[in-house]
C-alpha cells in the first residue's frame, strides 16, 4: 500500500495520516492500537499509541465483531452525522455492558476495562431525545439525562452561559 517516497510523521499531517488510517482498517482486521501503530510503521510513518488513540477517536472508529468474534476496528461510514441503528445499539449494549445504575438525571454504565468508549460511541451516535451527553472512562461511562420539562437553572446554567459565550455559540434557547 506504500506510496512513492517514506513517508514521515513530521512530513505527513493529521489528515492524511487519519486517511491512511482510514485505509488500513479497511484493508486489515486491526484488533488493537499497537498493531494498527505497526500497520502505519510498515507504511513509512512513526506514530504513537496515543496518537492513534485520538486518531481513532476522531475518525468515530468502533470496535465491532469480526467473522471469527474477534474485535476489531472500524469506521462507520459519516460517524458524526449517521444515526445509529438500535439494532447496533442493541448489540453494542449487550457485548459490552455489564452493569447499569442510574441517580437523579445520570445513568452509570459499567464495562469491561477499556470498553467506556465503545459504548459512549455507539450511544452518541444513537442521537437518543433524552441524552445529553456522555463522559467515558476506562470502564465506566456517565451517561447525562436531558429533561426538557425541566428547565436548568442556578449554577450549571450560569456556567453553561460563560462557556457558551467563550466558544462565541449563541445564548441558550429558553424552554
Same mark, same amino acid.
Given at each position: 500500500?506504500?506510496?512513492?517516497?517514506?513517508?514521515?510523521?513530521?512530513?505527513?499531517?493529521?489528515?492524511?495520516?487519519?486517511?491512511?488510517?482510514?485505509?488500513?482498517?479497511?484493508?486489515?482486521?486491526?484488533?488493537?492500537?499497537?498493531?494498527? &501503530?505497526?500497520?502505519?510503521?510498515?507504511?513509512?510513518?512513526?506514530?504513537?499509541?496515543?496518537?492513534?488513540?485520538?486518531?481513532?477517536?476522531?475518525?468515530?472508529?468502533?470496535?465491532?465483531?469480526?467473522?471469527?468474534?474477534?474485535?476489531?476496528?472500524?469506521?462507520?461510514?459519516?460517524?458524526?452525522?449517521?444515526?445509529?441503528?438500535?439494532?447496533?445499539?442493541?448489540?453494542?449494549?449487550?457485548?459490552? &455492558?455489564?452493569? &447499569?445504575?442510574?441517580?437523579?438525571?445520570?445513568?452509570?454504565?459499567?464495562?469491561?476495562?477499556?470498553?467506556?468508549?465503545?459504548?459512549?460511541?455507539?450511544?452518541?451516535?444513537?442521537?437518543?431525545?433524552?441524552?445529553?451527553?456522555?463522559?467515558?472512562?476506562?470502564?465506566?461511562?456517565?451517561?447525562?439525562?436531558?429533561?426538557?420539562?425541566?428547565?436548568?437553572?442556578?449554577?450549571?446554567?450560569?456556567?453553561?452561559?460563560?462557556?457558551?459565550?467563550?466558544?462565541?455559540?449563541?445564548?441558550?434557547?429558553?424552554?
Amino acid at each position: 500500500m506504500s506510496t512513492a517516497g517514506e513517508r514521515t510523521a513530521s512530513r505527513m499531517g493529521r489528515t492524511q495520516r487519519q486517511h491512511l488510517i482510514t485505509q488500513l482498517l479497511d484493508a486489515h482486521r486491526v484488533s488493537s492500537q499497537e498493531q494498527l &501503530v505497526e500497520l502505519l510503521a510498515a507504511e513509512g510513518v512513526t506514530s504513537t499509541q496515543a496518537t492513534v488513540s485520538r486518531d481513532l477517536v476522531d475518525l468515530g472508529a468502533i470496535k465491532v465483531r469480526a467473522g471469527a468474534g474477534e474485535p476489531v476496528y472500524a469506521i462507520p461510514e459519516l460517524p458524526h452525522e449517521q444515526r445509529a441503528p438500535d439494532e447496533h445499539l442493541r448489540r453494542v449494549f449487550g457485548d459490552w &455492558v455489564v452493569q &447499569v445504575a442510574a441517580t437523579d438525571n445520570l445513568v452509570v454504565l459499567r464495562t469491561p476495562p477499556g470498553s467506556a468508549h465503545v459504548v459512549g460511541s455507539a450511544l452518541d451516535r444513537a442521537a437518543l431525545p433524552s441524552v445529553a451527553g456522555t463522559v467515558a472512562g476506562d470502564d465506566t461511562l456517565f451517561v447525562v439525562v436531558a429533561d426538557p420539562d425541566r428547565p436548568v437553572t442556578g449554577p450549571a446554567a450560569a456556567l453553561a452561559d460563560h462557556l457558551r459565550d467563550l466558544a462565541g455559540l449563541n445564548p441558550r434557547e429558553e424552554r
